[in-house]
């Protein structure tokens, strides 16, 4: 499985982006997948995943009013949608993905997009 994350930029606060995350090699309906950060000086984070099922859990309280994460069986794709971003929420964000359920929740996921990078200014 290949995994290739964009749609980061540089936005003010208060903005919205939208990442996606584009699968290749398995289709997203059997995959469980999550989005993560890295924010500068800081240990990588989870932040929302979402099951094969379409079970969604967050890891982030900070973001759960603020990112919706979706999926598009017909694009093949995983989606994060974020307002009302902060600077707080700058870093390189990660998707995610395993097809094997027990490794998902142990964290532990088996494949990995590149990262993109989204910086909110003040």
């Known amino acids: 499985v290949q995994l290739q994350a964009f749609g980061g930029g540089l936005v003010q606060t208060g903005a919205s982006l939208r990442l996606s995350c584009a699968a290749a090699?398995?289709?997203?309906?059997?995959?469980?997948m999550g989005w993560f950060r890295q924010s500068p000086g800081k240990a990588r984070e989870a932040v929302v995943a979402i099951t094969s099922s379409g079970g969604i859990t967050y890891y982030t309280d900070s973001v759960k009013d603020r990112f919706t994460i979706s999926r598009d069986n017909a694009k093949n794709t995983m989606s994060l949608q974020m307002n009302s971003l902060e600077p707080e929420d700058t870093g390189v964000y990660y998707c995610a993905a395993t097809d094997r359920y027990n490794n998902y929740a142990n964290g532990r996921y088996d494949y990995w997009g590149q990262g993109t990078l989204v910086t909110v200014s003040s």
């Open positions: 090699g398995r289709p997203v309906s059997v995959l469980h």
